[in-house]
């Protein structure tokens, strides 16, 4: 079992950056293919970017095409998401989740595990 902290959320002008942190617990990191993955109020969770477990493959929403940047650090445990160019759109609670088994997907219910979110908030 993996426990996932995120961090870096905050507020931000449209065309800043932000950079989020996602901590997990335990020395199986590595084990895991990972997924970040956003909610606006009143919408449904949506898939953002993933990773492969040794950071082979990654891939993006196109939404966040060019903009963002998923990776990982297996030595530190964590997985990161920098933000940039941030639109108003791109305003939500940020999620990093983690599987167990399988390969990368952009299904928020094929993955595990998950943290508690971090708001993300980018004013026009």
């Known amino acids: 079992q993996v426990q996932l902290v995120e961090s870096g959320g905050g507020w931000v002008q449209a065309g800043g950056s932000l950079r989020l942190s996602c901590a997990a617990s335990g020395p199986t990191f590595r084990s895991y293919a990972m997924g970040w993955f956003r909610q606006a109020p009143g919408k449904e969770r949506e898939f953002v970017a993933r990773?492969?477990?040794?950071?082979?493959?990654?891939y993006y929403a196109d939404s966040v095409k060019g903009r963002f940047t998923i990776s990982r650090d297996n030595a530190k445990n964590t997985l990161y998401l920098q933000m940039n160019s941030l639109k108003p759109a791109d305003t939500a609670v940020y999620y990093c989740a983690a599987r167990s088994s399988g390969g990368v997907t952009t299904t928020p219910h094929d993955y595990d595990y998950w943290g508690q979110g971090t708001q993300v908030t980018v004013s026009s």
């Open positions: 990773i492969s477990k040794l950071a082979g493959s990654t």
